[in-house]
C-alpha cells in the first residue's frame, strides 16, 4: 500500500475502489469499520450482527463504489445510510426487533480497581443500551446518527434518506421518548445522574461515554 494512498481522502479512497483498486477497500474498511460496526450495534444490540452487517457494508461498497457522489454528504454518511438498510433488513427477517445483548457478550475485566463504581457504571450502561434498543428503528436511528455517531442533521438526513426537517423532528420526540424510558428503566433506588444526564439537552457526551 502506497504511501500516497494511506494519506488519500475517504472521498479518493472510494474513487479508488471504483476504479478497482483493492487496496483502497482495505485502506477504508480499516479507517471505517470501527464505525459502521458501532452503529450496527447500537441499532440491533448484538455483536454477531453488527459483525456481518459490517461485513455486508463493505461488499456492496465494492460493488457499488461508483455510485458514491463525492460533495454529497460524507463517506460515513453513506457507510452509515448501507448499514441501516442492511440492519433493518436484518431485524425484519429475524423479527427480533426489541432482541437484547447476552450478559456473556459483555467484556469486563478480569480485575477491577474500582468493583462498585464499575458496577454502578455497568448498570447505567444497560440501562442506556435498553432504553435506546426500546425506541422505535426510526427514532432510534436519529438517536444513533446524530447523538452517538455525531453526524451533523444533512449526513443524518443523507444516511436516513429524508429532509432535515425530519431529521429534527425524529429526533427531538426520540430524545423525550427516551428520557422517559430511562426514568421508567431506572432502580427505584437507583443512580440519579442517570435519568439527569440523559435528559440533558447534549445527549451526545452522556450516550457516547457510556456506549462506546
Known amino acids: 500500500m502506497t504511501a500516497d494512498l494511506?494519506?488519500?481522502?475517504?472521498?479518493?479512497?472510494?474513487?479508488?475502489?471504483?476504479?478497482?483498486?483493492?487496496?483502497?477497500?482495505?485502506?477504508?474498511?480499516?479507517r471505517r469499520q470501527a464505525e459502521v460496526y458501532r452503529?450496527?450495534?447500537?441499532?440491533?444490540?448484538?455483536?454477531?450482527?453488527?459483525?456481518?452487517?459490517?461485513q455486508d457494508v463493505f461488499?456492496?461498497?465494492?460493488?457499488?463504489?461508483?455510485?458514491?457522489?463525492?460533495g454529497r454528504s460524507s463517506v460515513t454518511a453513506w457507510l452509515c445510510g448501507i448499514a441501516r438498510n442492511c440492519v433493518r433488513q436484518r431485524l425484519e427477517r429475524d423479527a427480533r426487533l426489541e432482541s437484547l445483548p447476552k450478559?456473556?457478550?459483555?467484556?469486563?475485566?478480569?480485575v477491577r480497581p474500582d468493583p462498585i463504581g464499575d458496577l454502578a457504571r455497568d448498570e447505567r450502561i444497560a440501562i442506556l443500551r435498553r432504553a435506546v434498543?426500546?425506541?422505535?428503528?426510526?427514532?432510534?436511528e436519529a438517536v444513533v446518527l446524530c447523538d452517538l455517531e455525531e453526524l451533523t442533521y444533512a449526513d443524518?438526513?443523507?444516511?436516513?434518506?429524508?429532509?432535515?426537517?425530519?431529521?429534527?423532528?425524529?429526533?427531538?420526540?426520540?430524545?423525550?421518548?427516551?428520557?422517559?424510558k430511562l426514568t421508567a428503566l431506572q432502580p427505584v433506588e437507583g443512580d440519579r445522574a442517570v435519568t439527569s444526564d440523559a435528559t440533558s439537552p447534549d445527549l451526545s457526551v452522556t450516550h457516547k461515554r457510556c456506549m462506546a
Open 6 to 30: 494511506e494519506r488519500a481522502s475517504d472521498d479518493l479512497l472510494i474513487a479508488g475502489i471504483a476504479a478497482g483498486q483493492p487496496e483502497a477497500l482495505t485502506l477504508l474498511f480499516r
Open 39 to 54: 452503529f450496527a450495534l447500537h441499532m440491533s444490540g448484538r455483536p454477531a450482527l453488527a459483525d456481518d452487517v459490517t
Open 59 to 70: 461488499l456492496i461498497v465494492m460493488r457499488e463504489a461508483d455510485r458514491y457522489q463525492a
Open 103 to 110: 450478559d456473556d457478550e459483555q467484556q469486563v475485566p478480569a
Open 133 to 140: 434498543l426500546a425506541l422505535p428503528v426510526r427514532y432510534r
Open 156 to 180: 443524518a438526513a443523507d444516511a436516513l434518506g429524508c429532509a432535515i426537517g425530519t431529521v429534527r423532528s425524529r429526533l427531538h420526540r426520540a430524545r423525550a421518548m427516551l428520557a422517559a
